[in-house]
């Protein structure tokens, strides 16, 4: 029973992670062709903000880049 729900579960969230990176993936296409952003947000400034975010931790920003990577590859 329990691993019916969970299995569910982890159909939900995989299937709402690839829907979510989808629309980033657009929102980046989108913003570069047309040069202004979709959905009201400017998606490449916020990822470069992001993904800076790790450069200026050090190695505890790469460790959890890694982590984050790991965790998305992971199928």
Do not use: C, H, Q
Request: charged share 10%; glycine share 16%; hydrophobic share 55%.
């Amino acid at each position: 029973m329990m691993d019916s729900i969970f299995s569910t579960a982890k159909t939900w969230m995989k299937g709402l992670v690839d829907l979510l990176s989808g629309f980033i993936a657009l929102g980046v296409l989108v913003e570069i062709v047309f040069g202004g952003p979709i959905f009201g947000a400017p998606i490449v400034s916020n990822l470069t903000n992001f993904i800076g975010g790790f450069g200026t931790n050090g190695f505890a920003g790469f460790l959890a880049l890694l982590l984050l990577v790991g965790l998305y590859n992971r199928k």
